[in-house]
């Protein structure tokens, strides 16, 4: 079982960077594919960036590609989204996640799921 914490989300204006963190219990992090989501409010969930186990297979959602950057540190337990030139359809709930599966690109089927950090971009 893993348990997942974000933070690094807040209010931030266009044009701006953030970093957010995920850190994670349990010690087999190593062994679990992450990835980052976000939900608007009135949208559906949307998948944002996925890192594989050794942090070689990268994956971003159009939307974001080339302003996000997707890591990982598996010596801290800890997935990290660098974001970039945010833009105001950036503000989301941002989730990250965590399957032991192998599942495609973006899918959400991942097992583990954090509580989420809010993300505003003001224009």
């Known amino acids: 079982q893993v348990q997942l914490a974000e933070s690094g989300g807040r209010l931030v204006q266009a044009g701006g960077s953030l970093r957010l963190s995920c850190a994670a219990s349990?010690?087999?992090?190593?062994?679990?594919?992450l990835g980052w989501f976000r939900h608007a409010p009135g949208l559906e969930r949307e998948f944002v960036a996925t890192?594989?186990?050794?942090?070689?297979?990268?994956y971003y959602a159009d939307s974001v590609k080339g302003r996000f950057t997707i890591s990982r540190d598996n010596a801290k337990n800890t997935v990290y989204l660098q974001m970039n030139s945010l833009k105001p359809e950036d503000t989301a709930v941002y989730y990250c996640?965590?399957?032991?599966?192998?599942?495609?690109?973006?899918?959400?089927?991942?097992?583990?799921w954090g509580q989420g950090t809010q993300v505003t971009v003001s224009s």
């Open positions: 349990g010690r087999t992090f190593s062994s679990y594919r």
């Open positions: 996640a965590a399957t032991s599966r192998i599942i495609g690109p973006s899918d959400s089927a991942y097992d583990y």
């Open positions: 890192i594989g186990r050794s942090g070689i297979v990268l």
